[in-house]
Nanobody
C-alpha cells in the first residue's frame, strides 16, 4: 500500500506558475505508475498527466507545453510544474499511484491540493 500527500497548491495569477509535489510513503515507489488528475465541482475528475515507471510522461492534449510531470524515485516524489496558468486551471489536483499486483490493479489517491488561478 502507498500513502500520497500533495503539496504546493495555492493562489497564482494568470500567466504565473506553480509546482505541485506528491510525496509517497510505503514500499516500492518505483514500481508505481503515477499521475496527476484534477477536478472542479460538478465535473468529473480528469487526467492532467501521467508518468510511467520508467519515467515516460504523458499529458492531456490541452495541457501539452504548459505542464511538465517528473518523478524522483530516490525521494518517492512526483512533481507537476505548471506554467502559463489560466483561470480554467483552477481545480483540486489529486495525485494517483497505480500498479498491478498479482493480476489485480491497485490504485491509490491523495486527498488533493487546491489550485486557484485568479487576478
Amino acid at each position: 500500500q502507498v500513502q500520497l500527500v500533495e503539496s504546493g497548491g495555492g493562489l497564482a495569477q494568470p500567466g504565473g506558475s506553480l509546482r505541485l509535489s506528491c510525496a509517497a510513503s510505503g514500499s516500492n515507489f518505483a514500481m508505481y505508475n503515477m499521475g496527476w488528475y484534477r477536478q472542479v465541482p460538478g465535473k468529473e475528475r480528469e487526467m492532467v498527466a501521467t508518468i510511467s515507471r520508467d519515467g515516460t510522461p504523458d499529458y492531456a492534449d490541452s495541457l501539452k507545453g504548459r505542464f511538465t510531470m517528473s518523478r524522483d524515485n530516490a525521494k518517492s516524489t512526483v512533481f507537476l510544474q505548471m506554467n502559463s496558468l489560466k483561470p480554467e486551471d483552477t481545480a483540486v489536483y489529486y495525485c494517483m499511484a497505480s500498479r498491478v499486483i498479482m493480476t489485480s490493479q491497485r490504485t491509490y489517491w491523495g486527498k488533493g491540493t487546491q489550485v486557484t488561478v485568479s487576478s
